[in-house]
């Protein structure tokens, strides 16, 4: 899933980050200039809402999208209190994640502009 998002939205003309642990992201300091965040709940060391808890402890402040093949409104409750924008169940099809992008980066560019 996370090769095929990383070719989905490179093809788009994203300039995406890829990682196969949470703990990978964490440690790089780069990931903390990424404009958007497309977090999968279950990941192999912590999840997806953990993680994000994490960036915004050490000051990341950017939507985020979480995408989960384990919906339940307890759990999209849980992921919006924690910051995220946006929770997808998984299947999803490539147009609502773009979609979704997109209307968030739209946004955060809004609210950055001075005129």
Request: proline content about 3%; glycine content about 6%; some cysteine.
């Amino acid at each position: 899933m996370r090769r095929s998002l990383q070719l989905l939205l490179r093809s788009k003309g994203y300039d995406v980050r890829s990682y196969t642990t949470a703990k990978a992201l964490l440690l790089d300091p780069g990931a903390h200039q990424s404009d958007c965040l497309v977090v999968d709940y279950f990941m192999p060391d912590i999840d997806g809402i953990s993680m994000l808890t994490a960036l915004r402890a050490a000051g990341w402040t950017k939507p985020a999208i979480l995408i989960t093949g384990h919906y339940s409104q307890e759990l999209a409750d849980r992921a919006i209190a924690a910051g995220f924008s946006n929770v997808l169940e998984k299947p999803f099809g490539e147009h609502m994640l773009l979609a979704s992008i997109r209307r968030l980066l739209d946004a955060a560019a809004n609210d950055q502009c001075s005129c």
